[in-house]
């Protein structure tokens, strides 16, 4: 570690101004480009990520950004070995399962055949919904791939060997091209994709549970004696696994190198054999000891793919967005980094059996509106079953929301939040505005009855306000405080108003 912040300290005293003066002037913008200080998976990483990205790094375009803020809604697919189960949580179950469990949980592979996957039909559903990207879980920690990777795994753990849990050699690809369905999921939807126009987001794990090479990092099964050096995450791992963790021995160096040629190798099957990915969605992180070579997989795959954003988890400041989970900002004051927020519509971010844990579409709208109000971003997980089919409640409600984004769509989709602290009035007032200042949109996330009082807002003189979904201008009076608009009497009857959860008010105002 010492060696670590020797190299960071000598490259934050003599690079600082250099790095600043090599940038492309593209980024020029970006130079204070900086995570959240309060994000989790930065803090796991602060200790040996520079701050302050190597002079030869590029974060994606201006153009890249720009794309990526005019998104404002998508999905995120969680989809693997674990959808067989039917049960919560992704694959994170699998470190609290006792020895014959994980031994049964590997060999699932073999007889999964999801029929009922089509990816037209699940792109169909997104676009009618209203979305305007995917993200799918490519590979989740589990180490499982839903893609057609070349890559080997040449050592696992064999959880019930005799005498006790013993790493054993193998070779295979542990993927779903040596399942009966022997279909490349992540083809198949990218390719449904690309002819919807929709963006893709590829997820993938760092960490990978089956591959034994990836010991011990980010809470792997198999513990080993240097573990708190490669991760510093041990005492997390032990309370993770309690009694579950299995302590082996540390990685060889011809191990620690295969581990890294296999997940370089795999981040670049995602980014040359997809076409264009929008997104690359990296996850966890592995660790100090290991951090040059992940770099040097960053600096790679930038000249890959040079306007992929990358998710920031496990490369710091490398990352060119963040992802709240399960919540969202409270303010939009945090960060200039732009932002994804990724909240489950059910219990957990997989499969939801339950129909009543199903959040709703009116809690999509208003998280969306908020996001959007924030300067963000809002991704709604859902997870399809082991056969590839979603819960018939997740996808009514997301098609609620869709019916809502049909009116309302014009003051969410491109649009940016208004400066400083002008994104909400009150807690039931949300705005956004046109990317040339000329329209504000005011959204009510409660009816407002029969008048609407914004009090930072000046319309034009002789001006048109009109609610979204109708064609009728709205009479309206400026006041000392700002505007009070009012709303025709035929609105108050719920089954004549043109939408439902949240309405929006299209305002003209002066640019200046």
């Given at each position: 570690m010492s060696n670590v912040i020797i190299n960071r300290r000598s490259f934050l005293a003599g690079s600082?101004?250099?790095?600043?003066?090599?940038?492309?002037?593209?980024?020029?913008?970006?130079?204070?480009?900086?995570?959240?200080?309060?994000?989790?998976?930065?803090?796991?990483?602060?200790?040996?990520?520079?701050?302050?990205?190597?002079?030869?790094?590029?974060?994606?375009?201006?153009?890249?950004?720009?794309?990526?803020?005019?998104?404002?809604?998508?999905?995120?697919?969680?989809?693997?070995?674990?959808?067989?189960?039917?049960?919560?949580n992704e694959s994170w179950p699998f470190l609290t399962m006792d020895l014959p469990d994980r031994q049964r949980y590997q060999a699932m592979y073999k007889t999964w055949n999801p029929k009922g996957f089509?990816?037209?039909?699940?792109?169909?559903?997104?676009?009618?919904?209203?979305?305007?990207?995917?993200?799918?879980?490519?590979?989740?920690h589990e180490g499982f791939s839903m893609f057609d990777t070349r890559t080997r795994v040449r050592r696992r753990a064999n959880w019930t060997a005799p005498g006790g849990p013993a790493m054993e050699d193998c070779d295979l690809a542990y993927s779903i091209m040596e399942t009966p369905f022997r279909r490349d999921v992540v083809k198949e939807l990218c390719d449904a994709a690309h002819q919807r126009d929709i963006k893709i987001d590829l997820y993938f794990s760092h960490p990978d549970w089956y591959d034994a090479d990836f010991r011990p990092y980010a809470y792997h099964p198999l513990q080993v004696p240097s573990a708190d050096t490669l991760t510093g995450v041990r005492q997390e791992a032990r309370q993770r696994m309690g009694d579950r963790a299995v302590m082996v021995p540390d990685a060889t160096p011809e191990e620690v190198k295969r581990m890294m040629a296999r997940h370089r190798a795999q981040l670049e099957e995602l980014l040359t054999r997809y076409g264009t990915i929008d997104m690359l969605c990296l996850d966890m992180w592995l660790g100090p000891g290991v951090w040059p070579q992940l770099r040097d997989t960053i600096?790679?795959?930038?000249?890959?793919?040079?306007?992929?954003?990358?998710?920031?988890?496990?490369?710091?400041?490398?990352?060119?967005?963040?992802?709240?989970e399960g919540f969202v900002p409270g303010d939009k004051g945090n960060t200039d980094?732009?932002?994804?927020?990724?909240?489950?519509?059910?219990?957990?971010?997989?499969?939801?059996?339950?129909?009543?844990?199903?959040?709703?579409?009116?809690w999509v709208v208003r998280n969306l509106i908020d996001c959007v109000a924030k300067g963000g971003n809002f991704m709604v997980a859902v997870g399809?079953?082991?056969?590839?089919?979603?819960?018939?409640?997740?996808?009514?409600?997301?098609?609620?929301?869709?019916?809502?984004?049909?009116?309302?769509g014009v003051g969410i989709y491109a649009t940016r939040p208004r400066e400083a602290d002008l994104w909400s009035e009150g807690a039931d007032i949300r705005f956004s505005r046109t990317k040339d200042n000329r329209?504000?949109?005011?959204?009510?996330?409660?009816?407002?009855?029969?008048?609407?009082?914004?009090?930072?807002?000046?319309?034009?003189?002789?001006?048109?306000?009109?609610?979204?979904?109708?064609?009728?201008?709205?009479?309206?009076?400026?006041?000392?405080?700002?505007?009070?608009?009012?709303?025709?009497?035929?609105?108050?009857?719920?089954?004549?108003?043109p939408c439902r959860f949240a309405w929006g008010f299209q305002i003209p105002v002066d640019a200046a």
């Open positions: 600082l101004a250099a790095g600043v003066a090599l940038r492309s002037s593209h980024a020029a913008e970006r130079v204070n480009h900086h995570l959240p200080a309060r994000d989790t998976h930065y803090r796991h990483t602060q200790g040996y990520v520079e701050e302050i990205p190597v002079p030869e790094y590029r974060w994606a375009s201006d153009a890249a950004y720009e794309r990526f803020r005019d998104i404002k809604y998508g999905v995120r697919l969680h989809w693997g070995l674990y959808s067989i189960l039917g049960g919560p089509n990816a037209g039909e699940w792109m169909d559903l997104f676009a009618a919904c209203g979305m305007k990207m995917f993200a799918l879980t490519s590979k989740h600096l790679h795959l930038r000249k890959l793919q040079p306007d992929v954003m990358l998710r920031a988890r496990g490369i710091g400041n490398y990352g060119d967005y963040y992802t709240p980094t732009p932002w994804f927020v990724i909240y489950p519509l059910g219990s957990s971010f997989s499969y939801e059996r339950i129909p009543e844990k199903h959040k709703g579409a009116a399809p079953d082991g056969d590839g089919r979603f819960h018939p409640t997740a996808i009514s409600q997301l098609k609620e929301a869709g019916e809502w984004l049909k009116v309302n329209t504000v949109y005011a959204f009510a996330l409660k009816w407002p009855g029969e008048k609407l009082a914004l009090r930072s807002i000046r319309p034009l003189d002789g001006s048109v306000i009109r609610m979204l979904g109708t064609n009728v201008p709205l009479r309206w009076t400026r006041q000392d405080t700002g505007v009070e608009i009012e709303i025709p009497a035929a609105l108050q009857d719920e089954s004549r108003r």
